[in-house]
């Protein structure tokens, strides 16, 4: 008894200094709980049809268009290396100035159709569009901001075209949101004062009208994603993230929310003061993933990463030469990574002024396309396989069907595929060309399966067929609770 109220004095002691942030697995017994205002509204994954079509949707394009892509990352004749939707911020260009680009405003290029073309060919089950970055400016006429596509030569409700364009080729849309808004002056980082509380409050009611204005009129919107959240302002709210997450599932029932919106009572941001998630699903993956080793604990949640093409650029940056682009095939892994350890992948897209895409995006937008086309049934729908992760690539799972991920082929010919106990391989076949493989059970639970001797070119699946020994326990079931 003692200990255990030392036990609470402790944790207590340290989430009021603040060194409980992030403990993400260190979920407390529950009756060592520190009861919460605004914590995790649920424990465990949501398991509800709107929360399984997000799942299973696993692969996703991310849009970041705005003003930013008129200068493309260059000011006043300099280049910034720094990501180029943060360019007012490199540059220290004041706001009214930054938002003068609205002149400038008129895509002739774009056709929302063509988008949606290219969203589908690529093999995307969903987009999630920045409505508005921390610039401030709107993608769609709002009635609160004087800084929207409204007030632009172009005029028209970008925002609008592409849910109607994306939805019309069954593509799920979903919403970006910054919170932090530059072009608000009633925006603070800290409220340090009564006028920086009022101001802030005034800001905090805003910003609920825009997010009642989005959800009012798109409302086939799936999901928000709100990013701009860190700052110690909204840390010290904890209770308006909490509302809109409440907020926004009132007025559209299954809408998904990401953990980036939400801090509870003691400002913790993602997971709870108790270790719970927050929203529905993790999102601090951001250009980065999980090692498939050691960071297995991030199965239990639902989760969803997201990554740039160039190492850190989201809005459309002039000159890609000065950092590393990845290749389709490293981006094509990082997919295949985040599925195997059930989470899914958004992939970055930052549009240019004229509303085209740059050459090098259409093109990997083609051929991870092409791939998924072959081999998207690996990825839609499936999670993580229980099984031990091997060199040669990826295991993903839907049910009793195993799918290899094949990325690197070994000299030997042969693919090691080792089994959790009770769990039976019964067959192997090439997903494409559908030839059945040579199996071989070597040890107890370890498996080679031969691959025909041609060379192959790009990363191939094969598919494994699996039983469950009846009176084994079943560690793969318990990953998926
Ligand atoms: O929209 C894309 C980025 O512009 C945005 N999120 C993706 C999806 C993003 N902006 N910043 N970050 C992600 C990382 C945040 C860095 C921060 Fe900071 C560290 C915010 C506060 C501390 C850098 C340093 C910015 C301000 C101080």
Redesign the pocket.
Known sequence: MKNKFLSIFFFLTLCATGVVAQKQSQVLPADLEIPLRYGAERLGKRQDAAMRKFRDNRFGAFI?WGLYAIPGGEWNGKIYSG?A??LKAWAKVPADEWLKLMDQWNPTKFNAKEWAKMAKKMGVKYVKITTK??EGFCLWPSKYSQYTVAQTPYKKDILGELVKAYNDEGIDVHFYFSVMDWSNPDYRYDIRSEEDSVAFNRFLTFTDNQLKELAIRYPTVKDFWF?GT?DTSIKKNGWWTAHVERMLKEMLPGVTINSRLRADDYGQRHFDSNGHLMGDYESAY?RRLPDPVKDLKVTRWDWEA?MTIPENQ?GYHKDWSISYVKTPLEVLERIVHAVSMGGNMVVNFGPQADGDFRPEEKELAETVGSWMKKYGESIYGCGYSGLPKQDWGYYTRKGDEIYMIVFNVPYSGKLVVRTTKGLQLLNAIMMDGGRELEVAETTNNEYNVSLPSQKLGEPFVVKLKVTEKADKGNKYKDALT
Do not use: L, R, S, V
């Open positions: 970041h990501a939707e943060w970055h921390h990013d860190w951001e997201c989201w």
